[in-house]
């Protein structure tokens, strides 16, 4: 969360400083791999293994989120050490599922306006939902889910470096 001592113009600063747009191009690009894990994965139990779409999607949900989960940790926030991994996953996963809510959401309200959905308009929809879930995803991931490890992080590495 942003130090009580920022005031909000200066936190929505740091979500465009150079630092957070490095941060939210590895988020995207992280997206698109997760996105190529979900489908993958759904489509594979749906069709080939026969599951259910609810398993299949369920399935598909659960390990691109882990894979989100540690690519983001490791890559797009820099966190090496093992501290608040318990804490780190279920807010991670709970942001995700608020973002998966949100998509169902958007989806649906196309579906409402337009009628049923065809494959084109069914991911104009899905796309839609990515631009408008990306920046409170980041923001989430950074200052809720990562914030201490990535201070304790730069803490640790700052230590190191006095040495």
């Given at each position: 969360?942003?130090?009580?001592?920022?005031g909000v113009k200066d936190y929505v600063r740091s979500l465009f400083?150079?630092?957070?747009?490095?941060?939210?191009?590895?988020?995207?690009?992280?997206?698109?791999v997760n996105t190529i894990v979900d489908f993958s994965l759904a489509?594979?139990?749906?069709?080939?293994?026969?599951?259910?779409?609810?398993?299949?999607?369920?399935?598909?949900?659960?390990?691109?989120?882990?894979?989100?989960?540690?690519?983001?940790?490791?890559?797009?926030?820099?966190?090496?050490?093992?501290?608040?991994?318990?804490?780190?996953?279920?807010?991670?996963?709970?942001?995700?599922?608020?973002?998966?809510?949100?998509?169902?959401?958007?989806?649906?309200?196309?579906?409402?306006?337009?009628?049923?959905?065809?494959?084109?308009?069914?991911?104009?929809?899905?796309?839609?939902?990515?631009?408008?879930?990306?920046?409170?995803?980041?923001?989430?991931?950074?200052d809720l889910v990562f914030r201490r490890s990535i201070d304790h992080?730069?803490?640790?590495?700052?230590?190191?470096?006095?040495?």
């Open positions: 969360m942003a130090a009580p001592d920022r400083s150079a630092e957070a747009r490095s941060q939210i191009v590895k988020v995207g690009a992280i997206g698109v489509n594979i139990a749906k069709f080939a293994g026969d599951w259910s779409d609810f398993w299949s999607v369920t399935l598909g949900f659960t390990v691109a989120t882990a894979v989100s989960y540690t690519l983001n940790r490791r890559w797009t926030f820099a966190i090496k050490h093992g501290r608040g991994l318990v804490r780190e996953t279920v807010v991670f996963y709970f942001i995700n599922v608020v973002a998966w809510a949100v998509t169902v959401g958007i989806v649906a309200a196309a579906d409402a306006w337009v009628g049923p959905l065809d494959a084109l308009t069914f991911n104009l929809a899905k796309i839609s939902a990515v631009v408008v879930v990306l920046l409170p995803k980041f923001a989430s991931y950074r992080e730069r803490d640790r590495v700052s230590a190191g470096s006095e040495d």
